[in-house]
């Protein structure tokens, strides 16, 4: 199994430092996070899938820079106006090229809104499977 390490150490720089900012910025905001290397990346988990820190050095990542991107994007309110969906249907991406282009209390907000989703989709599909547990034959 793939580590935090293994995943960090090839990172160019710039990377680095974009992907640590970001890693103890989405720690901070929800320290019960799993952290977990999926398709080459960390995924940090709630419930489910809230959200991944993806660089361009990892194929077939960003073309440039670092995304933080949201699991169930397509969920979430995007107030500011940074979750871009290029296309996508359910995952949307934050980009960054640099950490002075992060705004903590934005970023933190949108990872607790993330969250909140989470929570309630894993209880919706709770109570679905209850009720499909109970339908008749």
């Known amino acids: ?5 293994d995943f960090f150490a090839p990172l160019a720089d710039v990377e680095k430092d974009i992907v640590s900012y970001l890693r103890t910025l989405v720690l901070q905001t929800f320290p019960d ?3 977990k290397i999926s398709y080459g990346v960390p995924y940090y988990f709630n419930r489910s899938r809230v959200c991944f820190i993806w ?6 990542g ?7 991107g949201f699991c169930r ?3 979430l309110s995007n107030e500011h106006g ?4 290029d296309g996508r249907k ?3 991406l934050i980009p960054f090229h640099a950490v002075r282009e992060i705004d903590n209390a934005v970023v933190a907000g949108i990872i607790e809104e993330a969250i909140f989703v989470d929570e309630q989709y894993a209880s919706q599909e709770h109570i679905s499977k209850r009720h499909t547990a109970r339908r008749p034959g």
Do not use: D
């Open 33 to 35: 996070f799993r952290e």
């Open 1 to 5: 199994m793939k580590t935090y390490s």
């Open 62 to 68: 960003p073309p440039s820079g670092v995304v933080l």
């Open 82 to 85: 940074l979750l871009r969906m």
């Open 55 to 60: 660089p361009a050095s990892v194929c077939p």
């Open 73 to 75: 994007g397509y969920l």
């Open 90 to 92: 359910q995952v949307a």
